[in-house]
């Protein structure tokens, strides 16, 4: 009974997906069979030069449409569904699958400008293609054997392209040639009652707000251990800065279970935190006695207007955290890591000790001046300094003035 109602309104699904100007596309196989489904509609709009002005050419993916370029992939090979009209005109999109599961990896769309029809008055006539990269944002992964749909709208934008996708259905490692009665639903159809199409376009096109600053990032405490001994012990709180191209900044705090790993010895000690999103190196070296954290490398992957962006970041020559080598490291306040213009590490509660860990413990800690209740007389000192040096030059001008002045009247 219940199967039956899975069967028949997945058959209504297919149906009323193409039913609404959705195009259906098929990438059959070497024996004929289909390995690549998909129905979608897409409305695009791309900014272009024209004559003198900027104009905006709106079309839809329209029905005729070559699959010429596609492949249903291999043993090395992944599958990708190319969709070619108009004259030189694409939108392609290629597949991955882990553990069970398939996902939409990079999608690309390219344009050609000298298409009089879609793009009427632009200049520079002769060929000009552009192209868009987008990676890992039109489907989310979904099980195998399963058809991905999204009914609800989403839109992928660039600084000159928009693509706005409504009632999708995808499905890629298409076994024996029979498209799946089984739906995946995309997020957002899940988390909403499908609200009508028009009011949700103009809300997703909008720019995406800067996000607000997360609260402080909770304290984790990491132990890296030789055998069974801790080597390296390491309490703090960890927030990334991360600056894009576009002066968005975004703040992410890192996880208090993040996976703790590394190395320890007598001069170099690293150690490695790993978040989902993100892996921090921290590089101790000694010198002269000394402890203190000279590299750290950044990989963290963002998901910046729809698509995933990477930024592995690194910085080689920092000079933090400095202690006597049998002591640990403390600084309760905020302190700032600048790693690259980019990225900056926020540190909160940091107790570390990477050198010298007797008995799984920390051994007596060298507080930063910031924590120290003489850290407020730096400034008062360097400006009493300051002020005795101007007094100085201004006795020092008194004396040399008058003597000048007696010289004048001698003559
Ligand atoms: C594949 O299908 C087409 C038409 O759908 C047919 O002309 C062709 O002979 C078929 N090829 C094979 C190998 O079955
Ligand atoms: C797509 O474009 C068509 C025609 O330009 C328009 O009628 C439709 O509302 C658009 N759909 C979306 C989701 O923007
Ligand atoms: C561009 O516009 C100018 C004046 O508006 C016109 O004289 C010229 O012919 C136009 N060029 C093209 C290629 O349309
Ligand atoms: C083109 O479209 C974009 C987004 O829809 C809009 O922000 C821009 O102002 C339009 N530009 C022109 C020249 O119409
Ligand atoms: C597909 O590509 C081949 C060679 O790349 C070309 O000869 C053929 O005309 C193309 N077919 C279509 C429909 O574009
Ligand atoms: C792919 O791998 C299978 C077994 O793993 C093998 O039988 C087949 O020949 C391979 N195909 C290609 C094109 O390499
Ligand atoms: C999809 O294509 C892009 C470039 O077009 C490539 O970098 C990527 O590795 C491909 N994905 C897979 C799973 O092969
Ligand atoms: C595909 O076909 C083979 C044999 O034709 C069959 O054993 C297998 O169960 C089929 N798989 C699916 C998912 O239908
Ligand atoms: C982590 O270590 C701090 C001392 O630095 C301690 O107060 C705290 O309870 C520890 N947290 C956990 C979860 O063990
Ligand atoms: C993040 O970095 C930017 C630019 O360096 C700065 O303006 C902002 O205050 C920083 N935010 C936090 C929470 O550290
Ligand atoms: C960061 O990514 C680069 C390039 O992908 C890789 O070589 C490096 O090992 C990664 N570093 C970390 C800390 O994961
Ligand atoms: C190590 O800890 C154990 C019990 O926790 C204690 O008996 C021993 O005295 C400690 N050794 C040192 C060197 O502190």
Known sequence: MSRYVVLHSAALLVAALSLIQAVKIEVHGKDNKTCIYAVLSVNFTVLYEGNGT????????????????????????????????????????????????????????TYNTSDAKLFPGAINQSMTCVKLVVVNSLMESVPLNTIYTCRSVKAIASEAVVMIFWHVGIQAFVVNGTISKNESFCKADVSTTVTPITTQASSTVAPIPTEPSPDLPAVGNYTIKNGSDPCLLANMGLQLNITNKDNQTHVININSSSTASGRCGDKHSVLVLEDTDATIWFHFFVEQAKFFLKEVKVNVTLLLNGSTTTF??????????????????????????????????????????????????FSRAEECLADSDLGFLVPIAVGAALGLLIILVIISYVIGRRRSQTGYQSV
């Open 312 to 361: 592995n970041c690194s910085n080689g020559s920092l000079k933090h955290w400095q202690a006597f080598v049998g002591s640990s490291y403390m600084c309760r306040n905020e302190q700032q890591l600048v790693v690259t213009d980019q990225l900056a590490i926020n540190t909160f509660n940091v107790w570390v000790q990477p050198f010298d860990v007797k008995n799984g413990t």
């Open 54 to 109: 900027m104009e905006n050419a709106t079309f839809q993916l329209p029905d005729s449409l070559s699959t010429n370029g596609s492949t249903c992939g291999g043993n090395s090979s992944a599958p990708l569904l190319n969709m070619g009209f108009g004259t030189g005109h694409s939108l392609s999109l290629n597949f991955s699958r882990t553990d069970g599961k398939f996902s939409g990896d990079v999608l690309t769309f």
